[in-house]
């Protein structure tokens, strides 16, 4: 074995703490709470899957993510970060989040979401970032050029060989409605929060009768094919949504037509179009790859629940955590909630 494979895995000291064991080197396994946790590529990983759907996730925000181009330009960034800041607050500035604070991302994709919202804390943090897929490895990537210290795992986040109660935050942005059950894998990375602990999450709201069944309708279709087949097959969708942005054109219903769940007032066309008929995402400081990148995250995985206020409170009740800041828009539901 050469002097860098038996070197332990670039991972800090902390995170082994956390898994209670001793850091592996690359090539090395162990089993971590039932879990085979393997160090590939400088990264520890568990590659167990037993859900086909899971397994076709992983596929999607692998390709997705690895697609730097259309997420990481200043423009995608600040959309990132104004989105983020308007839903939860400025979390960098929070008083409960203390120096020395676990924050474990629970589908981190290629830290986007973390290197936006906690940006300078990130140095007296220990951030986890965690994903199904191989975005990890861009995470890491990205992190490093920004001089932001990080322990990475890909790993489910339905079954994270994590002990209970190790973080004092948890944050999972737009991804609990990508597994089995939203509110099963709520559940399974709530167990991670220490008592007076919070946790952030984001998960789709219900959209109206038509949205629902295109929805559902384009997923059915996409969701068996190839990432780049999957991609360039909603790219006429993308071009659409442009087309009907650069119109620059309102409507001004009357009343509202309560059977298709469309309120009355003046709407933008193309917003009447991506609210009530399909997700054609349109931004006109974005590119063209960056608002596909937008529709592809949305129809492409096999797991896309939708899910309604009311729900998403009563798994909250249920699983001991206060809510502390609720956000319901149209698109989604945003969710700041203490445990005990």
Request: glycine share 8%; with cysteine.
């Amino acid at each position: 074995m050469s002097s860098a494979a038996s070197m332990p895995a670039e991972q800090p000291a902390w995170f082994w703490e956390l898994l209670g064991r001793a850091p592996l080197a690359e090539g090395q396994s162990a089993v971590v709470l039932g879990q085979e946790v393997v160090v590939q590529g400088g990264l520890p990983r568990v590659r167990r899957l037993a859900d086909t759907g899971q397994v076709q996730t992983a596929d999607v925000f692998g390709y997705k993510w690895s697609r730097r181009e259309t997420f990481d330009s200043s423009a995608s960034r600040a959309r990132a970060r104004e989105w983020l800041i308007e839903r939860y607050g400025d979390l960098a500035r929070q008083p409960w989040l203390q120096d020395g604070a676990v924050v474990i991302d629970a589908g981190c994709g290629a830290g986007l979401s973390g290197l936006e919202l906690l940006a300078d804390r990130l140095p007296n943090l220990r951030y986890l970032g965690v994903d199904v897929s191989t975005a990890v490895d861009m995470a890491r990537a990205r992190f490093a050029e920004r001089g932001a210290p990080g322990a990475f795992l890909q790993a489910d986040l339905m079954d994270l060989p994590l002990p209970d109660g190790c973080a004092d935050v948890v944050f999972s942005e737009g991804v609990l409605h990508h597994t089995p059950s939203t509110r099963n894998a709520l559940a399974a990375v709530a167990r991670l929060l220490a008592p007076g602990g919070r946790i952030l999450f984001y998960v789709y709201r219900r959209k109206g009768p038509v949205r629902e069944f295109t929805d559902d309708l384009l997923r059915e279709r996409l969701h068996g094919l190839p990432p780049e087949a999957a991609w360039k097959a909603l790219e006429p969708l993308t071009r659409l949504g442009i087309a009907l942005g650069e119109l620059h054109a309102t409507v001004d219903l009357p009343e509202p037509i309560d059977l298709l769940g469309i309120p009355a007032g003046k709407i933008d066309v193309q917003r009447l179009f991506y609210w009530h008929v399909a997700k054609a995402f349109y931004r006109p400081d974005l590119s063209f790859d960056e608002m596909n990148h937008i529709n592809y995250d949305w129809y492409h995985p096999t797991y896309a629940h939708r899910q309604s206020p009311g729900e998403v409170r009563s798994w909250c009740a249920d699983l001991g955590l206060t809510v502390e800041r609720e956000r319901i828009e149209e698109a989604g539901i945003t969710i700041v909630a203490r445990r005990g």
